[in-house]
């Protein structure tokens, strides 16, 4: 085993437009097919900028049971997969204020069962993966900005795509 620290590639950082919810929505839906048990998804963005929305759409086309709903105080909730396809794992963090909260959910123990997307999770769930999706939900206009690692800024070369 090295002692050299593992440093992640720089990612290059996609920009998706979306007009309104039903739009945000289908861009959730286009995302689901990609995502596998064992994904982890953190998803930031202000208050009422379609996170949620987002994970609405990921929900339905995972074809997961019950209506996915900001779990803002439940915390955590199970929308067990209705088909041959991964549970789905609806976190919101964004009243956790330790990591000893987020390790009483016990997310690592289901991480490798389920898709497990994370609400409101930067600077707190970034231990349960180094490989992740992490996606910033953007207002006014509904930006959509997905990378593998914190995004910042767009590097050169990365592309902007319409949504369908």
Same mark, same amino acid.
């Given at each position: 085993m090295s002692g050299a620290l593992? !440093?992640?590639e720089a990612v290059p950082e996609i920009t998706?437009? !979306?007009g309104d919810a039903d739009e945000t929505r289908a861009l959730g839906?286009?995302?689901a097919p990609l995502l596998r048990a064992g994904d982890l998804v953190m998803l930031s963005g202000g208050l009422g900028a379609g996170k949620t929305t987002l994970a609405q759409g990921i929900g339905a086309a995972l074809q997961v049971r019950g209506r996915v709903s900001s779990p803002t105080f439940i915390i955590a909730r199970v929308h067990p997969a209705l088909s041959d396809g991964p549970d789905l794992i609806h976190v919101d963090a964004y009243r956790i204020t330790s990591l000893e909260e987020i390790d009483a959910l016990d997310l690592d123990s289901s991480l490798d069962r389920a898709v497990t997307l994370v609400e409101w999770g930067e600077e707190k769930v970034e231990a349960l993966?180094?490989?992740?999706l992490e996606i910033q939900v953007l207002r006014p206009h509904g930006a959509v900005r997905a990378g593998t690692r914190r995004p910042t800024t767009s590097p050169p070369g990365s592309s902007?795509?319409?949504?369908?």
């Open positions: 593992h !440093t992640p998706v437009a !979306t839906a286009r995302l993966s180094p490989d992740r902007t795509l319409p949504a369908r």
